[in-house]
Structures are given as C-alpha cells and as structure tokens.
C-alpha cells in the first residue's frame, strides 16, 4: 500500500516470525508496514539515536561536519621525511620521544624504552568547553598505545587503550571537552618499553558522541568517507607550514625585486599561501642572484626584510657579489632540487 503522510501518527512495534513490523493508527486508518519504513513514517528530528537523546537529523548533521583533523591519511608530507623522531615530520604532526615512518598504509610509531613518547596533532578549529567530540583510528600493531583526547597544557581530557591486532581494527573516545586551552588528538605510549609498534592508517575527529570514520562489513572495517581531497590538504596545511620549491626543481625560481637603499642587498617579494601568522623564515641548498643582463651572483643569506605583511612576503637576500643599485634580479635555485625557502608558521 501507499504511505501516507502522517505528522504524528502513533506507532505499536509488532514482533512476529522474526520479523519486527509496526501498526500505524491515523484515525479510523491502520496499516502494518517493515520496521525498516519507520523512517519515512517518523521525521529524523523524533527518531534517536542509541543514546536516547540525539536526533537521526542531529546525527547527519554532525556527520557532515568532517573532519576536525588536518592530513588526516598522512598524504601531505612538504618536508619529505622518511621518518622522525621529534618536532614535525610529516605536515602538521608532532611526535617525541618515538620513531615515526611515513608508509604507504600511513604512519607506522616505534616506541622508545626510555619515556613516554607520542605523536599528535594541535587542533586549530572553533572548539570549546562543554562540546562532545569522538577521536576514532583505524590501527593495527601491539600493545601499549592510547588514543587521546587530550589539552595542551596539560594531561589528556579522556583516553582509551588501542588493542593490539594483527588486522585493522577500530577504536574511539568520546569526551566532553572542559578546562580547554588547546585541543589535541593523540596517540601516545605511556610505557617505556622498546620496540612497541602501531600503524595508524587513518582517524578521524568529529563533534557529537558517534565515530563516523569506519564501519564494519563482515569482519572487516570499511572507511565511511571517500579519500581526501589532496590539494585540498595540502591547502589546509601550507597554513601552517610551506615549503617553496618542494616538488624539487633544480632550477626553482622564487621571485624576483631591486636592491635596497643601501645597495648591501635585494628585496626580493616571494608569493606565499594565507598563513596562520607571519612565519619565520630559513632556507636550505643552494641559490643564486641572477641580474637583467644574465650575470649570476651566488646567495649567501635569506632572511626577512620587512615584516607584519604575510603575502606577498620581502625577503632580504644578500650575495657575495658586487650588486648594482636599481637593477632587477631574479632569485633562483642554483642547479639544486634540494633547495627550498621554509615559511614555519606551526602551533
């Protein structure tokens, strides 16, 4: 039979054959339909959840929230680490007193015998005391790991033990966050015991009390969301860090300006992505000056020449050579795929 449209109809759960049904009563008019119609029958904002308090149309809601981590599937890697083992290695994770290897699969943690270690992630999204999140990771490897919701300031918020597994298996915490100063999602190692490994293929951190990472098929867990979106990623990330010549070009060219009033060097304005804050400046590999006329003067210094304007961004490079006041040069990479202009603009 048709459904009808009903705004408020008055539902009896039937159980019978090992089928559950329900009676629909409108007035004089009763039907018996699946349970699986229900929701076409009830509107998503009275149907709940497990938990008895949230709405289905809450839960989508949530749901489409995404994904309050950044280089969530460990893609995004400007500094082109192998692996690490303190600071920043692959875009926007902190990891120490452990080794971290960017794999194929992920990221995959040694632990260390001598502290405890961790690698992690500042969350610099709109969060604040009193919201219900879920950290979710699909993992595999030993004992000893914990995923953490956790502070910057000091210990973690609510953390649970990562099973050990020798196939990808899910685990997830959920906390209401309180005396907030920075959000952090981690993975740590509380033990100090060598040799302890994780791979971390992808998480997930998410507003509301459900894990919207992964779900089950068979005995095996399926991730929900489709693959990042690369440049996407890598936006999100060059916020925070960027490396000019990262794809590695030998003869990379990174700008181009006139001498200044002094003629001891070239202001130089370099395009830069939207950046967090104003980033400090390094450089590493080779560079050179290169004037109207072709004359070639090698690079001895890169360093800030003004600050407080994020992009473009005046760079001071200086030169052994003789400049000529007024002329324009070009800064260039000197034959060398190494060299790179680091703009670190990290939590």
């Not at 008055?10 to 054959?17: A, E, H, P, S, T």
């Amino acid at each position: 039979m048709a459904i009808k449209s009903y705004e408020l109809p008055k539902v009896d759960i039937l159980n019978g054959g090992g089928v559950t049904n329900f009676l629909v009563n409108k007035g004089t008019e009763t039907a018996q339909l699946p349970a699986s119609l229900l929701p076409q029958i009830l509107p998503a904002d009275k149907l709940l959840m497990p938990d008895g308090v949230t709405s289905i149309n809450r839960r989508l809601q949530q749901i489409g929230s995404g994904n309050l981590i950044d280089n969530a599937d460990f893609s995004i890697n400007q500094r082109g680490v192998t692996s690490w083992t303190s600071g920043y290695g692959l875009d926007r994770y902190r990891c120490g007193g452990l080794t971290a290897h960017a794999i194929d699969q992920g990221v995959r943690l040694v632990s260390s015998s001598t502290t405890y270690s961790n690698v992690f992630q500042i969350i610099d999204r709109s969060v604040k005391d009193g919201d219900v999140v879920t950290l979710s990771a699909l993992t595999k490897g030993n004992n000893g790991f914990r995923l953490v919701i956790g502070r910057a300031h000091d210990s973690s918020i609510k953390a649970v033990d990562i099973p050990a597994s020798d196939d990808w298996e899910l685990t997830s915490v959920t906390a209401t966050l309180s005396n907030l100063s920075k959000l952090i999602a981690k993975i740590d190692h509380p033990a100090a015991v060598a040799g302890d490994e994780i791979i971390i293929h992808r998480w997930k951190l998410e507003p509301g009390p459900f894990q919207t990472l992964a779900h089950r098929e068979g005995n095996t867990w399926v991730l929900n969301d489709p693959h990042p979106n690369y440049a996407l990623e890598l936006l999100k990330c060059q916020r925070y860090f960027y490396a000019a010549n990262a794809i590695g070009n030998s003869i990379a060219y990174f700008g181009q300006g006139t001498t200044n009033n002094t003629n001891t060097l070239v202001e130089i304005e370099v395009q830069i992505p939207n950046m967090r804050s104003y980033p400090a400046v390094s450089y590493r590999g080779s560079f050179y000056l290169e004037s109207e006329n072709g004359e070639k003067l090698p690079v001895t210094g890169i360093s800030v020449f003004r600050s407080g304007v994020v992009s473009p961004i005046l760079l001071g490079v200086k030169t052994s050579g003789t400049l000529t006041k007024g002329k324009l040069y070009r800064l260039l990479a000197n034959d060398d795929s190494n060299a790179r202009i680091i703009f670190d603009s990290n939590l």
